[in-house]
């Protein structure tokens, strides 16, 4: 049973322009959310946070959007460019703090 | 900081075999995570240790699985009779305690192929 759900395997952008990635949560339980950047051959990267008190968190480029009544939320990068090209996972955390749930992943792709 | 560490980085096992992977955490990282990720999937949860005890594993962990963090620092995760459905990458990740506590570092991964 999938509790992130991350719709969109893939992703290409103009560099420059706004990457939207998107992920969907089950559990209205879920009080903290993640998005990590994984390239090949590495392990995933933190990248941003947010605690479901909020509904959004910016750090530079990147801004995570949270909506609890649609249990959704949205990462932006603006300006895109050709090093955000990775694969973005959300993450969950779940009720006892210790487990993790994560999507499945949007391959991000922006073209120079 | 030489960031997590993960030994070996590929294994290739034959079915019924016993495989061990060692996790080396950031130093002073009191919590480590195992993971596993197949193709096309993200990473799954399998285990959560808390300094040298292990404090919550994966309801759809196999007892063929087993996990260790013996005096705090690395971990080894063991599988048993290896299956083909086994094969996949596990990943360990440790995070400190306190405010940033959510926070993994994840290693490169270990990658298994079970023939």
């Known amino acids: 049973d999938q509790q992130v759900k991350q719709n969109s395997p893939s992703l290409s952008v103009q560099e420059g322009r706004i990457s939207i990635l998107n992920c969907d949560y089950t559990?209205?339980?879920?009080?903290?959310f993640l998005w990590y950047k994984k390239y090949p051959a590495e392990g995933p990267t933190f990248l941003i946070s947010?605690?479901?008190?909020?509904d959004k968190n910016e750090d530079g480029r990147f801004t995570v959007f949270l909506n609890k009544s649609a249990k959704h939320l949205s990462l932006h990068i603006v300006p895109s460019q050709p090093g955000d090209s990775a694969v973005y996972f959300c993450?969950?955390?779940?009720?006892?703090?210790?487990?993790?749930?994560f999507g499945t992943g949007t391959s991000l792709t922006v073209i120079p | 900081d030489t960031g997590v560490s993960q030994d070996p980085r590929h294994k290739i096992t034959k079915r019924g075999q016993n495989v061990t992977f060692r996790c080396d955490p950031i130093?002073?990282?009191?919590?480590l995570y195992w993971y596993r990720q197949t193709l096309g999937q993200g990473p799954e949860f399998l285990t959560y240790?808390?300094?040298?005890?292990?404090?919550?594993k994966s309801r759809l962990l196999s007892d063929r699985f087993s996990a260790e963090r013996p005096k705090g620092s690395f971990s080894t995760l063991e599988i048993q009779r290896t299956e083909q459905g086994d094969s996949a990458m596990y990943l360990c990740?440790?995070?400190?305690?306190?405010?940033?506590?959510?926070?993994?570092?994840f290693g490169p991964g270990t990658r298994l192929t079970v023939l």
């Open positions: 240790f808390q300094n040298e005890a292990q404090l919550e």
């Open positions: 990740a440790s995070s400190p305690q306190g405010i940033s506590s959510d926070t993994q570092y």
């Open positions: 947010i605690s479901s008190i909020k």
């Open positions: 130093s002073e990282h009191n919590r």
């Open positions: 993450a969950a955390r779940g009720l006892t703090g210790n487990q993790f749930y």
């Open positions: 559990n209205s339980m879920f009080d903290y």
